[in-house]
Each structure stands twice: as structure tokens, then as C-alpha cells.
């Protein structure tokens, strides 16, 4: 808005001069030019705020439908309790967030893949997640490493991208949260930076929860084969 | 002349969480970004910001002491100028005066800007103190539910109070003003024997009192309560099916600040009182397996 004001002001000043007569040469002698200019001066200030308010007015960014298959895979040796929690888990952060594909991996083995995923070569069934591979791979690897929650707020920007195949060709944001040092939750979004701050604080919290559920349940199991 | 310099600034996508956040931490620079974090995606993050480089100097305020400057320079000039102030000179000030007043009022209209001042900051509420008292015949994964959901609203939202009321059973945590004649062991009778009173148990929808409001149960909320968020805990995932026998309990949330929840902040807190209505069908089916 000020854009507007400054700009006509602007405009209006040399009209000014201009029809009045004087001879449109900017020195300060004349009392009128030194008025011209400090006028000159407040309209130029009043675009210049003009843009910055423009550039603090949010730029919407389009969701991208996530290509693949939809899947509700869990694994099925796990007591009703957590189940029920993995699905809460999961209704929460579909509802909420922007996240469109869930992934566990547990004590290397791949507990829960929910949401969309990336098609299987060929066949209509969901990629299925290499859960060795991942923990052996480098992102799995650093966020072991800091136990902290990465973000990665436009995924193509990302080399790691390559350790995903699982997740949706399209997808935009992934939210890698560690579960403890047992594991890890990949959460895919379909808007780039999609996840706000609350989102991330939310999911952290979230991630810890998952992981003290599945701790007690995992170490009273005995191990298990993967299929 | 001054010297005008632009500095972008592109926050770095890969951003690292190493402690949740603290709640009221924000740096000055990335001020713009922090208050943008209300709506519901994560805004462009590059900021054009005009600064004279001189560190300490807010610039928001800029176009007023410009507006104040140029205009009494514009009045300075009208009164120091040539004997005769032509018709020309006069539009010229009137014209400058006008713009030197826009520019003054500048900052204040930008307050109003999807994206301004955030907003005040969480107080601790006089005189109360801090309690977490549960009912006891719940079972251990109830108990454990109740302490998980108050500690993550607790730390994740505006809220200083936390109250919930499921299946008859009373959780509360946080600051509360237990009025002088009560003492620990009558806590929770105090607290149940008031919400009785209010009704709260029967409510369907979410009640949201983002300002002080004259409500009827806000005599047990501690003083200083400025918005409450009341938000029902339903059996069935759909909200529109209202049958009796539907409804579980409530959580109710105060907090200190006014327009403490805003729409993300309302949509986590559906999502954990989601949590226990899915904790009683697991104990129910458990029951189940056990008889």
C-alpha cells in the first residue's frame, strides 16, 4: 500500500513542477526545489517501505500430490496397545501435518509403512523398505550420530534422496526423527517446507513417545526373523 | 546521502533440532520469520530488510524518524524560503507534510500486517503453585497416557494450566490456585466437586475463549487465565455423530497469554485427546483377552 502513496506522491511532485513552470533542474537554490526534494525524498521512503512489506507477505506454496500406491502396512507381531498408537500416530500427523507417507524401521527391521509410497518396479504393490540398507546409509548414519531430528525442508535439494526409494518419487519435505538409538520414523510431506517449527517440536515429542512404547514391547519379544 | 545496503537473508533449509525448542526464544534477525510461523505452512523465508548498518538500530522505525526529519526540514524551509511562497512551493509542502505524516503512522499500520508483533509473552500466574495430581484407580498405561499427554501440552503449547477429565478420572497439572483450606488429599475432590457444577462434562464441541471471557468455570482457573481452550475427548473419530455415550471426558487448557492457540496448536491437542480415546479401547480389549 505505501507503494502506492509513495509512487503518486512522486508523480505528483514533478506534475507539480512541470506545470508550474520552473525549469525542471534539481538544485537547491530556490526554496521550491529544496520542498521538491525533501518531498521527493519521503516518497522514495515510502516505496522503499512499500517493498519490504511486500516481501514480509507470505508466498503460498502449492501441495504436490504424492505419486505411488497407498499401503497400511504393519508389522504384525506387535500387541494391539502399540499398534493402536502407531495408528494414532499416523491419523495425527495426516491430519494435522502435511506428512503423506509414514516409515518406521525398528531394530532393523521395517515396522510400519503407511500412507503413499513409491510403486514397486512393475507391479502395483508399494516398495518394499530395505530396512538394513537404510541403516547402513548415510542419512540414518548422521542422525544417529546427533540423535537429533533432521529436516529437509525441499527434499530435491538433497543428495541423500537416493537412500528413500520407498518414499514417493514426488515427495517434497521428509522429516527424519530418531527413535532413541533403535530406530527411526521418515515422515514424507507434499509441500516444500511444509512442516512448521510447531510441527517438527510436536513430532520430536512424539518420536520419543513411540520410541519408550516400542522399547517395552520390542525387549520383551523374542527376536525375530525378517521376512 | 545515506547509504542504503539490502540484505537477504535465506534460512537454511536443513534445520537441526537438537533440544525442543524454548518456547519464547527469538532472534532478532530472524524476528520476521519467527512471528510468520502462526500460519498454517512455513512462509518463504527470504526477507528483503533495508539497514544502515549500524548495528542496534531497529529499522522498522525508520520511515518515522524520516517522516519527522523531512518535515520539519519542509517547515524549516517554508519558513526560511524567499519572501514570496509561490501557489507551486505550497502544493509542494502541503504534498511533503502529508507524506511526512503517512510515513510517521508507517510502522504502527505494519503492526497490523499478517505476520506482525507477536504476541505477549506467557506470564506465570500470581500466588499459584505448581501441582500434578492424578485420581488413583487408573491403571498404569492410563497413568502413563495422562502424564505423557499434560507434559507435551505443557511444554509444547502457551499453556500454564492443564486439566483433563476422562472416564471420571482427574488429571491435573501445571499452575492452579488451590484456594487456603484445601489440602493435598483434598485436591481432587475440590476439583471435581467444582466441575460438576460447571457442566463441562457434556460438552461436545470445542470451546475456545482466546480473551478473558465472563464464563462460569473460570472460578477455578488461576488467576491471570486469559484464554482457555476447552476441547472434548470423542469416542468416534467422526464429530458429527452425536449420540449420548459418545463423549469421554475434556481437556481443559489455560494459559496466561490471550490468543494463546492458534489453528496448528488446536488441531495437536484434537490429535492427543485422540490418544486416550484410543488408550480405553486398548484396555477394553485387553480386559477382553484377559476374562
Known amino acids: 500500500m505505501p507503494i502506492y502513496v509513495g509512487g503518486a506522491s512522486l508523480l505528483a511532485v514533478l506534475f507539480n513542477r512541470a506545470i508550474s513552470g520552473i525549469a525542471p533542474v534539481a538544485d537547491a537554490s530556490s526554496s521550491q526545489s529544496r520542498a521538491d526534494l525533501l518531498t521527493l525524498g519521503l ?13 514480509i507477505r507470505p508466498k503460498s506454496i502449492t501441495p504436490v500430490e504424492p505419486q505411488g500406491v497407498e499401503c497400511q502396512e504393519i508389522y504384525s507381531h506387535l500387541p494391539e496397545s502399540v499398534v493402536s498408537e502407531i495408528l494414532w500416530v499416523w491419523e495425527s500427523l495426516s491430519a494435522v501435518t502435511c506428512c503423506k507417507s509414514l516409515v518406521i524401521v525398528y531394530d532393523c527391521q521395517c ?9 514397486s518396479l512393475n507391479i502395483d504393490e508399494p516398495f518394499a523398505v530395505d530396512a538394513a540398507k537404510l541403516m547402513q546409509g548415510s542419512l540414518y548414519q548422521g542422525v544417529l550420530k546427533s540423535g537429533a531430528q533432521s529436516y529437509m525442508a525441499n527434499l530435491s535439494l538433497y543428495p541423500g534422496r537416493s537412500e528413500l526409494p520407498f518414499l514417493p518419487s514426488n515427495t517434497q519435505a521428509v522429516i527424519l526423527q530418531p527413535l532413541g538409538d533403535r530406530g527411526i520414523a521418515v515422515l514424507g510431506g507434499d509441500t516444500i517446507r511444509g512442516f512448521t517449527t510447531s510441527d517438527q517440536t510436536w ?3 512424539i518420536g520419543e513417545k513411540l520410541d519408550a512404547t516400542l522399547a517395552k514391547y520390542m525387549s520383551s519379544m523374542p527376536s525375530v526373523v525378517q521376512e | 546521502m545515506t547509504i542504503l545496503t539490502t540484505k537477504t537473508q ?3 533449509p536443513l534445520i537441526q533440532l537438537k533440544t525442543p525448542l524454548p518456547l519464547k526464544f527469538r532472534p532478532k534477525m530472524a524476528s520476521i520469520s519467527a512471528r510468520l510461523d502462526n500460519s498454517q505452512q512455513q512462509m518463504n523465508l527470504s526477507v528483503l530488510r533495508f539497514t544502515l548498518g549500524i548495528p542496534g538500530l531497529d529499522e522498522s522505525y525508520l520511515p518515522r524518524w524520516i517522516g519527522y526529519g523531512f518535515g520539519s526540514l519542509l517547515i524549516l524551509n517554508h519558513l526560511l524560503g524567499s519572501d514570496s511562497v509561490s501557489a507551486a512551493q505550497l502544493r509542494t509542502e502541503a504534498l511533503g507534510l502529508s507524506l511526512a505524516a503517512f510515513s510517521i503512522t508507517l510502522p504502527y499500520l505494519g503492526k497490523f500486517l499478517k505476520g506482525a508483533a507477536p504476541l505477549d509473552q506467557t506470564t506465570l500466574p500470581e500466588g499459584a503453585e505448581q501441582i500434578f495430581v492424578m485420581s488413583e484407580n487408573v491403571s498404569v498405561a492410563q497413568k502413563e497416557a495422562l502424564a505423557w499427554a499434560t507434559y ?3 511444554r509444547n503449547t502457551n499453556t500454564t494450566s492443564v486439566l483433563i477429565l476422562t472416564q471420571g478420572e482427574l488429571c491435573i497439572r501445571g499452575y492452579w490456585n488451590l484456594p487456603d483450606g484445601v489440602s493435598k488429599d483434598n485436591v481432587l475432590d475440590w476439583f471435581k466437586s467444582n466441575i460438576e457444577e460447571t457442566g463441562l462434562s457434556d460438552l461436545r464441541d470445542t470451546l475456545y475463549f482466546p480473551q478473558t471471557a465472563d464464563a462460569e468455570f473460570w472460578n477455578i482457573l488461576p488467576q491471570g487465565t486469559r484464554s482457555v481452550l476447552v476441547q472434548p475427548v470423542l469416542l468416534s473419530p467422526n464429530p458429527s455423530m452425536n449420540y449420548m455415550g459418545n463423549i469421554e471426558g475434556f481437556f481443559l487448557l489455560a494459559s496466561s497469554m490471550r ?3 492458534n489453528e496448528k496448536d488446536r488441531a495437536w491437542i484434537r490429535a492427543v485427546s485422540n490418544k486416550l480415546r484410543n488408550e480405553r479401547r486398548t484396555w477394553h480389549f485387553d480386559i477382553l ?3
Do not use: C, D, E, P
Open chain 1, 43 to 55: 516518497a522514495v521512503t515510502n516505496v522503499l517501505t512499500g517493498l519490504v512489506w511486500l516481501s
Open chain 1, 111 to 119: 515396522i510400519v509403512q503407511i500412507g503413499v509410497a513409491a510403486k
Open chain 1, 203 to 205: 513430532i520430536s515429542y
Open chain 2, 10 to 12: 535465506l534460512l537454511n
Open chain 2, 152 to 154: 507435551v501440552l505443557l
Open chain 2, 259 to 261: 490468543y494463546a492457540y
Open chain 2, 289 to 291: 483377552l484377559q476374562s
